[in-house]
């Protein structure tokens, strides 16, 4: 069985990037105009992953799902060519993207959520050979299109919930530019899903430390993944102020709940094309967390200790 359900993490002593794809096209749905893709050429991506593997990286999550352009036998050959982890997701994405086969206006939290779990313990089927064998190491990434949850939503909240209950995988969010996280974490608590077993994404895209840090209140994660993002003045401009928050998640003794990634989801983030790549967080957000006061052992709990923490089924 090819199986991106990485169980045992524990020999990972590199970076991790727990919230990236390796190919994923938005621009089908109706009445997007914006072209939002990220390419699937093997040999520009591969090269990429090259840089990230030279640059200290060891695993790469790929949060790409059903309807936006999941693969998983490519991300098995990605990772056997490569020699990276590549860890799969599984779930639905947000509303405008759900695809139409999963019916999810028809189904039932647990009839979806007993797909999920057929996933993580048979493996994928979207090849119609019968299934590929590749299963998933996450369920995510798991969001809303608005500051809050639909009714689909909620559904597919719920159902994740329930998978990742019966199977032991965590959950990881997006949810953007709102406090969103927070609705997403009362339905999984509703469920019965330990907290530390949820990653609340894309946190850098709400830049509130009270947000922050009534998340890790309670007991979750907080993902900043926008770094080295440059689409909007505020990614191009408000990165210092992020380090600053982390730093200061450190400070109060929160750096077991914090992690980063990059999210590179379009094209022109590749360095090919001139774009950070997967090499942002090693090449300059680090070292800007260093020179803010981070050390050796903050860093490694950020990069390592707690992403292989959420990996690592429970």
């Known amino acids: 069985m090819a199986d991106l359900a990485l169980t045992r993490l524990g ?3 590199k970076e991790v990037l ?3 794809h390796t190919a994923i096209a938005l621009w089908h749905i109706q009445g997007r105009w914006d072209y939002w893709e990220l390419t699937a050429d093997e040999p520009i991506i591969e090269a990429e992953l090259g840089r990230y593997k030279a640059a200290g990286g060891s695993c790469l999550v790929d949060l790409t799902l059903p309807g936006v352009g999941r693969d998983p036998a490519r991300l098995a050959g990605l990772s056997a060519r490569t020699g990276l982890h590549i860890v799969m ?3 639905w994405y947000r509303g405008a993207y759900y695809p139409p086969e999963a019916r999810i206006d028809r189904r039932s939290a647990d009839d979806l959520a007993d797909e999920l779990v ?23 990434e798991i969001g809303t299109d608005k500051p809050w949850l639909s009714p689909a939503e909620e ?3 719920r159902a994740a919930a329930r998978a990742a209950r019966r199977t032991g995988l ?14 997403q974490l009362r339905v999984f608590e509703e469920e019965g899903v330990d907290p530390a077993r949820i990653v609340i994404g894309h946190a850098d895209s709400y830049p509130s430390l009270d947000h922050y840090l009534e998340i890790v209140r309670r007991g979750a994660n907080v993902e900043f993944d926008f770094l080295g993002m440059t689409f909007t003045p505020m990614e191009r401009k408000g990165e210092g102020r992020i380090a600053e928050f982390v730093l200061e998640l450190l400070a109060r003794g929160h750096g077991d709940r914090v992690l980063l990634s990059q999210d590179v989801c379009h094209t022109s983030q590749l360095t090919h094309y001139d774009g950070n790549g997967y090499t942002h967080l090693q090449e300059s957000f680090l070292p800007r967390l260093r020179a803010g006061g981070a050390g050796d052992a903050d860093i490694d709990q950020l990069t390592i200790a707690n992403p292989v923490r959420i990996l690592t089924i429970g």
Request: charged share 20%; proline share 2%.
């Open 11 to 13: 020999y990972v002593t």
């Open 18 to 20: 727990g919230h990236e």
């Open 89 to 91: 997701g599984c779930g």
């Open 118 to 140: 057929r996933e993580a313990t048979e493996g994928a089927g979207e090849t119609g050979d019968g299934g590929t064998g590749v299963r998933p190491g996450i369920i995510g």
């Open 155 to 157: 559904r597919v909240h």
């Open 170 to 183: 965590a959950i990881t969010t997006h949810a953007v530019l709102s406090d969103v996280g927070l609705a």
